[in-house]
């Protein structure tokens, strides 16, 4: 199970940290990535990080979000910097036993229920 918390509004240019709380299954075994679908158009992966602590990000937040992991309490974080109304989106966790699935455009095995960011200009 993969529950995302830490959501909501901000205002352009502020910060907001996401965490997703993993149970079920054995964190060390898994990579972690976040993805976000913005209204009206196809979800996108934006982050992800792999067992060994590497970590991807997608052009457009390359620079402003940063993604970690804390094993011990099974858990991971997408911290958003300088955030811009083009963030605006539902924000997914999700897990796959493969960091390629992240980094190819396939769809992880695990998935999050979503949590709201909305950045106003």
């Known amino acids: 199970q993969l529950v995302e918390s830490g959501g909501g509004l901000v205002q352009a240019g502020g910060s907001l940290r996401l965490s997703c709380a993993v149970s079920?299954?054995?964190?060390?075994?898994?990579?972690f990535g976040w993805f976000r679908q913005a209204p009206g158009k196809g979800r996108e992966a934006i982050a992800c990080?792999?067992?060994?602590?590497?970590?991807y990000y997608t052009d457009s937040v390359n620079g402003r979000f940063t993604m970690a992991a804390d094993n011990a309490k099974n858990t991971v974080y997408l911290e958003m910097n300088s955030l811009k109304p083009e963030d605006t989106a539902v924000y997914y966790c999700?897990?796959?036993?493969?960091?390629?699935?992240?980094?190819?455009?396939?769809?992880?095995?695990?998935w999050g229920q979503g949590t709201q960011v909305t950045v106003s200009s």
């Open positions: 990080i792999n067992s060994d602590g590497s970590t």
């Open positions: 079920g299954f054995v964190f060390d075994d898994f990579a």
């Open positions: 999700a897990a796959d036993a493969w960091v390629q699935t992240f980094t190819s455009g396939g769809s992880p095995d695990h």
